[in-house]
Structures are given as structure tokens and as C-alpha cells.
């Protein structure tokens, strides 16, 4: 298992990855402040199930989630709007 944490656009999360999970799948979680959002999460955390070997051939988990976070910023517009609490 690896942990990470890296800050994006001034998020800063935390990646576990964890290569080889179960013999079938590489796993990715993200944490970050639950009064924040990502493009991938709006509560503080992401898990994701991956084919093996992708994240590797990504360069890396840090690139992975990089790449996976601003290729849905395009996707969805996602604007980085802190949610209310009130």
C-alpha cells in the first residue's frame, strides 16, 4: 500500500492506493476535508476500484488521480463551490 497526499487546486487529499487488492482490482481512496468537494466527491471521500495495472501505467497513483480529477473537471464543469453549511 502507498499513501499519498498531494494539493490540488488548493485541496489538499490525502491517495491510498493499493495495488493488486483482493488478486483482482487496484484500489484508490481519497480523503480530503468534508467541507470541500472534488470532482469525483462531495463528501470528504472517494474509493475506486480499478483494472489492474492501470494506475502503473499511469505513472503512478499520484498522476492517476491528477489526471482522473481534472479530466472530470472538463467533464462535468465542476466549479470548486465549497458546500454551505448553512
Known sequence: ?????ITWRNIEIEITYTPDKFGLVDHI???FDKRLSLPVSDTGYRSNFIPIGTIKAQGGAVQFVTKWLDREVKRTGWNGAQMSLF
Not at 1 to 5: K, R
Open 29 to 31: 481512496e481519497l480523503h
Open 1 to 5: 500500500m502507498e499513501i499519498h497526499t
